[in-house]
């Protein structure tokens, strides 16, 4: 809930005040239960656990990789599962969040699309993996560098006003207080949700998931493109509104004689011309069911290469494959 919405849960009986300290417990001081908030009177309290329960996601599991990534399998109220992922590094953290439970979008490289769609995340879902993966690893402290991706589970601009109301929660200073530019949402390339995420006034960074060289190979590789063509795709990042500290991020899985050329990386490069850009490369992570290989690392550097050529071009290193929390591994894997 946004302060608005708090303000009428209380009612008109309670003083005003009142909503401000609720909702500094909540995303300020990030309270574990209500009861513990003692700047509200006791009967009050007591009212607020019983009609609104805070709505965290219970652990059902945690998986710690030898990196010292961990992947969380978190119990939603209605006994849905998803996944959340912590990362950290020298310097900051990040921590990969999911916006749907499964995902429509069948990428042929992924294993969350095994799963399909189950349902969309509320934006209380969407924040309560930011708290509740945070809290177990103190990333929310003062003088914390922390970086939210939603690049988990589903596909964001499908679920856009949940991610939306999330991302003002996230970024509002008088609650968790993040900075706009540390988040990022990742997209298959839905184009009316391009455009639409483009009109918000606060908003996440924008990455595309880019994976072919051409409409052909992007088609049987992300059947998505049936609907929402490359060119149309290429035509929305050039009408993006970017804000003057913004790139588009292109993320580009490299998938073992398929789509890792020289001359695919080539005709990368001419895709994007002209366009405020950065592009990721991430070799398959690969896992059960998914019918491809990764290349060697002589070959990812070789693509990067030529990329780079004329776009800043980053190799993106997986981080805990060894318990399937990788890009396009989280598919609730024991």
């Known amino acids: 809930m946004e302060l608005s919405e708090i303000r009428e849960i209380l009612g008109a009986d309670q003083p005003g005040f009142r909503a401000r300290q609720l909702y500094q417990a909540l995303y300020r001081r990030r309270v574990a239960a209500i009861p513990e908030i003692s700047t509200l009177p006791a009967a009050l309290r007591h009212r607020l656990a019983e009609e609104h329960p805070l709505g965290l996601p219970a652990l059902e599991r945690r998986y710690?990789?030898?990196?010292?990534?961990?992947?969380?399998?978190?119990r939603l109220e209605d006994g849905?599962?998803?996944?959340a992922?912590?990362?950290p590094e020298p310097g900051r953290d990040t921590i990969c969040i999911s916006t749907q439970a499964g995902c429509p979008v069948n990428c042929r490289f992924c294993m969350t699309a095994l799963m399909g769609l189950e349902r969309n995340l509320t934006a209380g879902e969407i924040v309560g993996q930011v708290l509740f993966v945070a809290g177990d690893n103190g990333g929310l402290e003062e003088g914390s560098r922390l970086n939210i991706v939603m690049m988990g589970m589903g596909e964001p601009l499908l679920n856009l006003p949940n991610v939306i109301k999330a991302?003002?929660?996230?970024?509002d200073p008088g609650g968790i207080g993040l900075s706009p530019r540390r988040i990022t949402l990742s997209t298959a390339g839905i184009l009316p949700g391009i455009a639409e995420l483009g009109r918000e006034p606060v908003r996440p960074r924008l990455a595309i998931s880019l994976n072919a060289s051409t409409e052909e190979m992007r088609r049987e590789l992300m059947p998505i493109t049936r609907k929402y063509h490359l060119k149309d795709l290429l035509e929305a990042c050039r009408a993006y509104p970017l804000r003057p500290w913004e790139k588009l991020t292109f993320e580009y899985v490299l998938l073992r004689d398929v789509n890792d050329s020289d001359a695919d990386a080539r005709r990368v490069v001419k895709l994007l011309a002209n366009l405020n850009a950065k592009v990721n490369l991430i070799a398959l992570n690969p896992g059960p069911g998914i019918p491809f290989e990764s290349p060697g690392p002589e070959r990812v550097?070789?693509?990067?290469?030529i990329?780079?050529?004329?776009?800043?071009c980053f190799i993106r290193k997986p981080r805990g494959r060894d318990i399937f929390a990788a890009c396009g591994q989280l598919k609730r894997n024991s």
């Open 85 to 87: 992922v912590w990362m």
């Open 64 to 74: 710690e990789s030898t990196v010292g990534t961990r992947r969380y399998l978190l």
């Open 80 to 83: 849905r599962t998803v996944e």
């Open 167 to 171: 991302t003002r929660l996230l970024t």
């Open 301 to 305: 550097l070789a693509f990067q290469a």
């Open 307 to 312: 990329v780079r050529r004329s776009l800043p």
